[in-house]
């Protein structure tokens, strides 16, 4: 679902990219009325690219959890179809390895959910001027839930994916040219670094943490 309030004596342009309708709204409606932004609504992840394709944003916040958001991959397609907008985390709590990723990738900070509203009317006009915010309290700095802070490399990041989506060993091998030892070897690996039980607590715990 697309919805849009359009101003044409608006100084921004924000694009919302989050499936919570009314937090959306309530954000929204803050920023057209106490700052006259034009404001447009995509509650999914192919809709918010749609409304990127028409081009005219600003700014992006992104939520991470909506609809059809697969982790960095959609983060870097979401960045990349934004051109010259600014887009910004708009989400919960974040691990920071994966910040960082995005971050590389041209993403401008992260607004966390629990930011109080009227705080986020400086911080948007801080990410339109091109600056960075970061704030602390929406960054884990865990890579896993007992503590683990080895960052998952490119290689297990690969693996860690394919198995979210349900491959077996002998077709990760298959798309990485390697022997399924070789994978097997890598998911240890991944549950040694996540401290996760076996690979399906691996997976678990990546989608949580917004790894993948």
Known sequence: MLTQSSDTASSLNVLIGDDHRLLGEAVGNLLRTSAGYSVTIAETYETTMSALQAGGHDVVLLDLKMPGMNGLSSVKNVVDKAGSARVV????????????????????????????????????????????????????????????????????????????????????????????????????????????????????????????
């Open 89 to 212: 985390l708009f989400t919960g709590q974040v691990d920071r390895h994966f910040l960082n990723s995005a971050l590389e990738f041209g993403v401008r900070g992260l607004i966390p959910k629990t930011m109080p509203l009227q705080s986020l009317l400086s911080v948007i006009q801080l990410i339109a001027s091109g600056q960075i915010f970061v704030p602390m309290q929406g960054v884990d700095s865990k890579a896993g839930p007992g503590g683990g802070d080895t960052p998952l490399s490119e290689k297990e990041h690969f693996v860690l994916s394919r198995a979210a989506e349900g491959l077996t060993n002998k077709e990760i091998a298959r798309d990485m040219a390697i022997s399924e030892v070789s994978v097997k070897m890598h998911m240890r690996a991944i549950c040694r670094k996540l401290e996760a039980r076996n690979r399906a607590h691996a997976v678990m715990i990546s989608r949580e943490r917004a790894l993948i």
